[in-house]
């Protein structure tokens, strides 16, 4: 296989990548899996291996609102729920990778199943 700086900036997906992240990515749910507002996953990128982190947030809404007023509380008890949510992944490593110009990562995306509260 090429040299990983070697893999070019290409916007792509490749259901294998799933399969793949699905064993090496870091999940957690912050502040905590009892009232999770962000999903954070990490890990090695699928396609170029470079350590990469996204984050997903559950509740939209609640860093515009007072975190004290009632919709704000909602929508956390909504998210601390026992919950599932697809999560597209896209690669934001912090490598160089020939023809990205302005663009993080090597454009690649998967998407991993997240599940808390079960």
Known sequence: MADQQDVLY???SDPDWNTVAAGTARVSLHPDETAP????VSGPCPRCRHET????PLVSYAN???RSSLLARLLRRRAA???SREVEVI???????PEAGEHTGCGASWVLH???GV
Do not use: I, P, Q
């Not at 507002?37 to 954070?40: A, C, I, Q």
């Open 91 to 97: 690669c934001a490593c912090s490598a160089t990778h």
């Open 114 to 116: 997240v599940e808390w």
């Open 53 to 56: 982190v996204h984050s997903e």
């Open 64 to 66: 515009a609102l007072d």
């Open 10 to 12: 290409r916007v792509e």
């Open 37 to 40: 507002e962000v999903v954070v």
């Open 81 to 83: 729920e026992a919950g």
